[in-house]
């Protein structure tokens, strides 16, 4: 089965820096795909940003970066320039390629100083 | 396009209750899975349906069940309510379920079981 820790239950940075938030993950398979999700306070959960395994380059959108090192299984997420927006819950998620299920870290609460 | 549609937002019960939560997915998904999200266990998956069949479940007992109808349209029922059921209940869909599939999650179902 597979797991997925975030070893940081909460980070806070200052409005206009840089955070990177930490992501790894335990599989056997050569093929998955790899998710950060957003959850803003009593809000729903929506995508950031996907990285497929397959790739070697790491996927970005925007302000949102991820460093994908599928040998080390870890996959992080920078935000640059973050805006007082950005504060939330992260996810990070793991899904096989061909199975419905996803699965999420405990996430990270992300606080965002003015 | 109309979103993710979860009812109720919002439901009280008592123990030994049972509860139904409904889910509206996008129009054209044919993938809804449910998750219960517990401050203390996180997002844990429950089960995913595709063209109203259960191709996953997660580890739950015989008291969580669902269904999905011909539109994609999915229910969640909870029997015999248990002061631990008390989470948000989240629902999500995709296309396929599958791979790349971004899921779209609804807002939630926010169940207080006393």
């Known amino acids: 089965a597979q797991t997925v820790t975030q070893s940081q239950p909460e980070m806070s940075v200052q409005e206009a820096e840089t955070v990177t938030l930490s992501c790894t993950y335990d599989?056997?398979?050569?093929?998955?795909?790899l998710f950060w999700y957003k959850q803003p306070p009593s809000r729903q959960m929506i995508l950031v940003i996907r990285q497929e395994a397959y790739k070697q380059q790491n996927a970005t959108e925007n302000r949102f970066s991820v460093n994908f090192q599928k040998a080390a299984k870890s996959f992080s997420l920078k935000i640059s320039d973050s805006q007082l927006g950005d504060a939330a819950m992260y996810f990070c998620a793991y899904r096989s390629t061909n199975a419905g299920k996803s699965t999420f870290g405990d996430g990270t609460t992300l606080t965002v100083k003015p | 396009k109309a979103g993710v549609t979860q009812t109720p937002r919002y439901l009280i019960k008592t123990r030994g209750q049972q509860v139904t939560l409904s889910c509206s997915p996008i129009s054209g998904h044919r993938s809804v899975s449910w998750y219960q999200q517990t401050p203390g266990q996180g997002l844990q998956f429950l089960f995913e349906y595709f063209s109203e069949t259960q191709r996953n479940k997660g580890n739950f007992p015989g008291r969580f069940s669902g269904r999905q109808f011909s539109n994609s349209r999915s229910e969640m029922n909870v029997s015999t309510l248990e002061l631990g059921d008390s989470a948000l209940y989240l629902c999500a869909s995709s296309l396929s379920g599958a791979g790349a599939n971004v899921l779209t999650f609804g807002a939630g179902s926010r169940l207080t079981v006393l």
């Open positions: 599989t056997s398979e050569s093929d998955y795909y």
